[in-house]
Every structure is written in structure tokens, then in C-alpha cells.
């Protein structure tokens, strides 16, 4: 009963398979049964496959001795696999595995082919080689380490071209303990450590004489226990280098802000050229224009040792017919592949190859040299231009500052010439000329009534010509001493002065009824003497000029303070200034318009002096009534709580 149940059971499974199954005779190869499936697969009716030998069935390349050789290959134990390539009924190809298995059914010995379609999965199986191809390509070619770690820290996979510069192969590192391989770089084990831990960590190493950016990632399991460790370090050395020569760069701008020689600046340009390029033969040349050569103001070390002179001064000129003058003239950035192929070099002499050319404008030129012919990246051409341009721009400021030191300095000689002639003069002409005063007194005095009326005009002439002459000669003396008989600047009240100055000039306000008013007027750092000498005389011109104009003088003071400087004001109601005259009135001995007040011209010419000496200026406001005078002095610093 229960093999007859077993059978009807083995029937159902064997002809509802979704494989094909067909059962063979084991000695002629002759298929006794098959399910549905087989004739699915070769699109034959079932009774037309029964008694169908089996090379019917295999591929065109398969006879039925070639499959009677393969069942014969079948043994009890055993069974024979092979992978077939068939077209189906529709014209497609299918891949397909037959398992040839022996059996004994009924008593008889049977082959039992199992037949499964692996179509679908050995695209898979492609589309997977495939990736794995393009990933392992990928790894082996981009510039990084791809490395994975276990819980333990032994390496279990590496991969990438990164690993070329450690001289190391993909997959070498793999069962070997990081701990172990690195021990000597903590800060990578360290590292190590923290991802092991569970941190995820981004960190910039050095090995060697590489430095690589590296990320590590833990991966953790469904548990939350660490799996393993994921680590990508990218070689980041180049980049390294390049913002180290940025940075050297950076220096050497500084400071050529400060260098004050055309040799301290040579001696930074050339040292910071070696650490962009690392091409220590740099040396620079100044140009004079005078005899249209380039002299050597500066070189690296190995430069002049190189060359077999003791100096960078040694260095050869670079003469008007030199192949390295006429690339200066032309002004543009030029390599000389192989200085030894040039037709009328500097240096015939010297054994170099490849040389740059770095005109500087019109001040000189930057050369960086190789002892053997090669070639300059653009990134180092490009740092390189930028030193040049610096380096221009250094020498054009120093050669302003010379100029401008130059011609301080004669300045300065000059005015102390002038003060000095100023001083001797107006002291030696003292005495002379109270002996003429007084002798032309004392000669009106006896004789006066004497003499006729046209004796005694040429007299008063005298007179006044003498007394003019000694006001001339006070005033020359007060100029100068504006400089020789200074105080020392302290912070000072003006309104305090302004007070002191109107007490001083009381009379002749009230002789004329001027009125003076002001504002409030903020503190200065300034000498207090010569500030109530520049409030005087311009109250005083503002006073006679109004009254000989007749008119009754009002004046007005007033200062605002901007930043660090103070601003007066002093306007008035009086004649005004020529708009011709606003710059000249300031010059000593001269006196805008005409008028018939005394004076001597200098009044103003001291008020610019002092004013000058305090760092400000003065000058004359345009008004369509009277004049206004400006100037500007020194603001008392703020002290704050940190002084």
C-alpha cells in the first residue's frame, strides 16, 4: 500500500516540476519518460518526445555518442554536471545545467537527467564579475587607500593606487595587525583606536614622507557591536606642497613690505624662489638704465657656488648685447630650455641648462636656473609670476623712497640753511639799524626845525623807512625762531588761548568796536605759545583790514574735531581775500590786495609755519563775504579704560 501511494506521489512531484526531468535508458540513451517540462523546453508534445534519443536533445554540438559518452561517465554514486547552450522553441538561447544522475526504477537501470535553467542566473552571475571588474579598476587607478579593519585590527581588504607610494600591492596588507604595521606612527594608532571605539574620525597623517587625509567609519552589526571598520586615506602630499609654497609665499610678501634695500629684497626673493620650485640656482639682477645692464644685487648660496664666486655681486652683468638683456626689454616671462644652445649668453661659461626668465618691469630680473634640461609646471610658473610682480613692486617703493629720502634730506638741509640765514640775518641787522634809527632821531631831533620842507620829508622818509626795516627784521627773527624756540606739545585748551589773545588785543577791539564771539572749542596736543600766535595774527589782520575798510570788524571762531585732527575757523566780515591770492598769501613777505595798514607780510607766513609743524595745514576758505581762514591741529588721544 504504501510503496503504491509513495509512486502516485513521485508521479505528482515528477510532473508538476517546473524543471524539466527525463528519464534515459541507461544503455541506449532512449528517453523512457519525461514531464511537461521537457516538452515546454524543446516545444514537442510529451508522446512525441518519448523514444527521442538524447542527442535529439543536446545541443548541435553534441551527438548521441557524445551524450551516450557523458551517461557513460554516470556511475551509482557519482553524478556527471554539464552546462549546455540550446535555443528554445521561441529562437531564444538558454543556458542550461543537466545533472545525469543513476538510478534503478523498477527494477531497471535508468539515467535520470535533471535539467535546470541558469539563464537568468548566470547573467547575474556576469552583471557581478562585471562590477567586481569595474570596482577593482576603479580602486586600482583612483589615488587613494581603501582599506577595512576587524574588530581586532587586522587588515581584511586593501585596495588602490595610493598604495603604489607606499610601496605596497592591493591585498598585501590583508591579515596583517595594523598595530603592528604602524607602531611606529601613533598618531595612526590613535586613530585606529578612536574608530574602534565607535567614533568616526577624519584626521590628516604623515607616513613617511607622504601626508594622506583619512576617514574612518565604524560599521556596526543588527547588535550595535562593532563589524568592522571602513577606512579611506586619500594622498593629499601635492596639495600639502602647494599650500606650503603659498604660504612661503605669503611670507615673502610680508616681508618685502618692510624690506628697505634692493639686496634685502633679492635676498628674500631668492631664498623664497628655492622653497616654491625647490630649484635652489636663483639669482637677480637690477637694472641701469645708464648703460642699459643688469647688475647682480642678489643669489642663493648654491647659486654663487655654482658659479665659482665668492658673491652675488661676482655674478656676471648682463650686458646690452645679452640674449638675457633683450628678454628683459621684451618684458614677458620666458624659459630658456637649454642655455648652453644660446647665441650670446651672459655667462658663456657657465654650465647651465634650463633657465626662467623673470623680467621684474623696469627694475630688473628674477632667473631661476637647472643643471639639467627640464621644465617648469605651471603651478610653479604661476606662484613664480607672482613673486615677480611682488618683488617689482618692492623695488619701485624702495626706489620712491630713496628718492623721497633724497630730497627730504635736501630739504631739510635747506631749511636749516634758510632758518639759519633767517637768524643771522635778522640778529646781525640789529645793531645797524638801531644806530640808523637812532641817529636819524637824533638828527630830527637837533636839526629838525632847521631843515625845509622838502629836507624834512626826505627826513620822515628816513624815519619811517628805518622803523619799517626794524618791524621787518622782528618779524624775519619770529619766523625763524618758530622751529629754534618751540615748546613741547601738550594737551592744550584753545578757548584758554583765545581768551589770553583777546586780552591781549583789548585796546584795539574796543578802539574800532570789533566784536569777537566763539564756539565751543575742543582741546588739541599742540604748543600753546604758537597756537596764541597764529589766533593773533589772524585776529589781527581780520581787525585792520575790517577797520581800514570801515567797517565795524565781526569775527567769528569756531573748531570741529574729525578723527584725530581738530578744524578752526576764523571768518570775518572784512574786505575778503583776492581769489588770486589764496595760495600766495601764505608767502613770506606777501600781502594780498593793496592796503594802507602797516605790515610786513610775514604775519600769515608764520601761522603756516607753526600750523606745519603740527602736522596740519591752513588755507583759505572761498567767501563772497569777508575771509575765512582754516586750520587744522592735532586732537587730544583718548585714553581709554585699558591704557
Request: aromatic fraction near 6%.
Amino acid at each position: 500500500m504504501a510503496s503504491t501511494e509513495d509512486a502516485v506521489i513521485y508521479q505528482d512531484v515528477f510532473e508538476a516540476s517546473p524543471d524539466p526531468i527525463a528519464v534515459l535508458d541507461a544503455d541506449t540513451g532512449t528517453v523512457v519518460r519525461a514531464n511537461q517540462a521537457v516538452s515546454n523546453l524543446v516545444g514537442l508534445d510529451p508522446d512525441e518526445v518519448i523514444g527521442m534519443e538524447v542527442g535529439e536533445l543536446s545541443p548541435p554540438e553534441y551527438s548521441t555518442a557524445d551524450a551516450m559518452s557523458l551517461m557513460e561517465q554516470v556511475s551509482a554514486t557519482e553524478p556527471v554536471e554539464v552546462e549546455w547552450s540550446v535555443r528554445g522553441p521561441d529562437g531564444t538561447e538558454r543556458l542550461l545545467e543537466v545533472t545525469l544522475k543513476r538510478t534503478a526504477i523498477g527494477g531497471t537501470t535508468r539515467v535520470v537527467a535533471f535539467v535546470h535553467d541558469v539563464t537568468e542566473r548566470r547573467g547575474r552571475e556576469r552583471e557581478h564579475a562585471a562590477r567586481t571588474h569595474h570596482l577593482d579598476t576603479l580602486m586600482g587607478n583612483l589615488p587613494v587607500v581603501v582599506f577595512t579593519l576587524d574588530p581586532d585590527g587586522v587588515f581584511t581588504y586593501s585596495a588602490g593606487k595610493g598604495l603604489q607610494g607606499l610601496g605596497l600591492e592591493p591585498g598585501e596588507l590583508e591579515g596583517a595587525s595594523v598595530f603592528d604595521v604602524y607602531a611606529e606612527y601613533p598618531d595612526i594608532i590613535t586613530a585606529v583606536e578612536q574608530a574602534l571605539d565607535g567614533e568616526e574620525i577624519r584626521v590628516t597623517q604623515s607616513v613617511e614622507d607622504l601626508v594622506f587625509e583619512t576617514w574612518y567609519r565604524p560599521v556596526f552589526d543588527r547588535d550595535g557591536t562593532i563589524d568592522q571598520v571602513v577606512s579611506v586615506a586619500r594622498d593629499i602630499t601635492d596639495l600639502k606642497h602647494r599650500e606650503e609654497r603659498v604660504e612661503a609665499l605669503s611670507e615673502a610678501t610680508n616681508e618685502l613690505l618692510y624690506s628697505r634695500t634692493e639686496s634685502a629684497v633679492a635676498d628674500t626673493v631668492t631664498g623664497i624662489a628655492d622653497r616654491i620650485i625647490d630649484q635652489p640656482l636663483a639669482a637677480m639682477w637690477s637694472y641701469d638704465s645708464g648703460d642699459d645692464t643688469l647688475y647682480p644685487i642678489g643669489a642663493t648660496g648654491v647659486a654663487t657656488d655654482f658659479a665659482g664666486v665668492e658673491t652675488a655681486a661676482d655674478l656676471p652683468p648682463m650686458g646690452p648685447d645679452s640674449d638675457e638683456n633683450r628678454i628683459f626689454h621684451a618684458g614677458e616671462p620666458t624659459v630658456i630650455e637649454d642655455y648652453q644652445e644660446l647665441s650670446s649668453p651672459s655667462a658663456p661659461g657657465m654650465p647651465m641648462r634650463t633657465l626662467l626668465c623673470l623680467p621684474l618691469d623696469d627694475q630688473g630680473m628674477l632667473c631661476i636656473g637647472s643643471e639639467t634640461v627640464s621644465s617648469f609646471g605651471g603651478d610653479e610658473r604661476f606662484l613664480l609670476e607672482i613673486l615677480a610682480s611682488t618683488a617689482a613692486a618692492a623695488l619701485e617703493r624702495i626706489e620712491r623712497e630713496t628718492r623721497l629720502k633724497s630730497k627730504q634730506a635736501e630739504l631739510e638741509r635747506s631749511n636749516e640753511a634758510l632758518q639759519q640765514f633767517a637768524y643771522i640775518a635778522s640778529h646781525d641787522l640789529q645793531e645797524p639799524l638801531r644806530m640808523v634809527s637812532s641817529y636819524v632821531d637824533l638828527l630830527d631831533s637837533e636839526y629838525g626845525e632847521d631843515l625845509d620842507e622838502e629836507a624834512a620829508e626826505y627826513m620822515a622818509f628816513a624815519v619811517d623807512g628805518a622803523h619799517r626795516m626794524q618791524e621787518m627784521v622782528n618779524a624775519l627773527l619770529r619766523y625763524s625762531r618758530v622751529e629754534t624756540n618751540a615748546g613741547d606739545f601738550e594737551e592744550t585748551d584753545p578757548e584758554v588761548v583765545l581768551d589770553r589773545t583777546l586780552d591781549a588785543l583789548r585796546m584795539r577791539i574796543e578802539e574800532v568796536d570789533a566784536v569777537v564771539t566763539a564756539e565751543s572749542l575742543p582741546p588739541v596736543q599742540a604748543d600753546s605759545n604758537q597756537v596764541g600766535q597764529v589766533f593773533q595774527n589772524l585776529l589781527e589782520n581780520a581787525i585792520e583790514y575790517a577797520a581800514e575798510a570801515g567797517i565795524e570788524p565781526r569775527i567769528e571762531v569756531s573748531a570741529e574735531e574729525d578723527d584725530d585732527m581738530v578744524t578752526v575757523t576764523v571768518s570775518d566780515n572784512g574786505p575778503g581775500i583776492p581769489a588770486a591770492d589764496r595760495e600766495e598769501v601764505f608767502d613770506i613777505f606777501h600781502r594780498a590786495g593793496a592796503h594802507d595798514t602797516a605790515g610786513t607780510g610775514i604775519g600769515l607766513a608764520v601761522c603756516k609755519r607753526i600750523v606745519l609743524r603740527h602736522d596740519g595745514r591752513i588755507w583759505v576758505e572761498p567767501s563772497d563775504d569777508g575771509a575765512t581762514f582754516k586750520f587744522t591741529l592735532p586732537a587730544v588721544a583718548e585714553v581709554t579704560g585699558d591704557d
